[in-house]
């Protein structure tokens, strides 16, 4: 059975830096990995899809890294601003569904 | 244009009611979800269907029926509602079923039940 994790579950930063966030999944048998946004009372916003075969994919300041066989992925966020704040899930998709980590709540404060 | 559209965005109704919410997609996609998002805000997929057939029933009680008229329509019927059933109830579509492609996210129904 798929377990994803996501450490660490809540992250306040200061406008500017750069952060990581992890993701850790327990069977490397996927499809893809894809990362979400999500707002608060609201719905989930697709920042980024790595297919199995790919190693990372890169959209503006986010870059997102997939190491298949040791089940990781993380999410690189460059100079984040207040408008970075969320919380970030990670999904795995195997055969038919996703399975959903425990996301991680960033804040970045001015 | 939305993509994925949710109605209602928020419910709030009485235990041991039923109540529907509906989705639809106009992208033209083959495959549906429903995922429930609990109190934890932890994601779990429920349902999925595949050009109108069930394809995924994640043991969710049988309280919980699935409908889908056709492939750009998944309604979710609740009966006898209890309290447990309160979460954030989101649907979604992929161009198919394999789980190689992207899934897009309705905005999600909030659903309390007092």
């Known amino acids: 059975k798929q377990e994803v994790t996501q450490i660490p579950a809540a992250l306040s930063v200061p406008e500017g830096e750069n952060l990581v966030l992890n993701c850790s999944f327990t069977?490397?048998?996927?499809?893809?990995l894809q990362w979400f946004r999500q707002d608060p009372g609201k719905g989930l916003t697709s920042l980024l899809l790595?297919?199995?075969?790919?190693r990372e994919q890169t959209s503006g300041r986010l870059n997102a890294s997939l190491d298949k066989s040791s089940g990781r992925s993380t999410l690189y966020i460059a100079a984040s601003q207040p408008g970075d704040s969320a919380t970030y899930l990670c999904?795995?998709?195997?055969?038919?569904?996703?399975?959903f980590g425990t996301g991680t709540r960033l804040l970045v404060s001015p | 244009d939305t993509a994925v559209s949710q109605t209602p965005k928020y419910l709030v109704t009485q235990m041991g009611n039923d109540k529907s919410i509906k989705c639809e997609q106009n992208?033209?996609?083959?495959?549906m979800y429903w995922y429930k998002q609990d109190s934890k805000k932890f994601l779990k997929i429920m349902f999925s269907?595949?050009?109108?057939?069930?394809?995924i029933n994640e043991t969710v009680p049988n309280r919980f029926s699935p409908k889908s008229p056709d492939k750009a329509h998944l309604n979710l019927h609740i009966n006898s509602l209890e309290l447990g059933d309160s979460a954030v109830y989101f649907c979604?579509?992929?161009?198919?079923?394999?789980?190689?492609?992207?899934?897009?996210f309705g905005d999600g129904t909030r659903l309390s039940i007092l």
């Open positions: 979604a579509s992929s161009k198919d079923s394999t789980g190689g492609q992207p899934q897009h």
């Open positions: 069977d490397s048998a996927i499809y893809n």
């Open positions: 790595i297919q199995s075969s790919q």
């Open positions: 999904a795995v998709s195997g055969f038919q569904k996703l399975v």
């Open positions: 992208l033209g996609h083959d495959t």
């Open positions: 269907y595949n050009n109108k057939e069930l394809i």
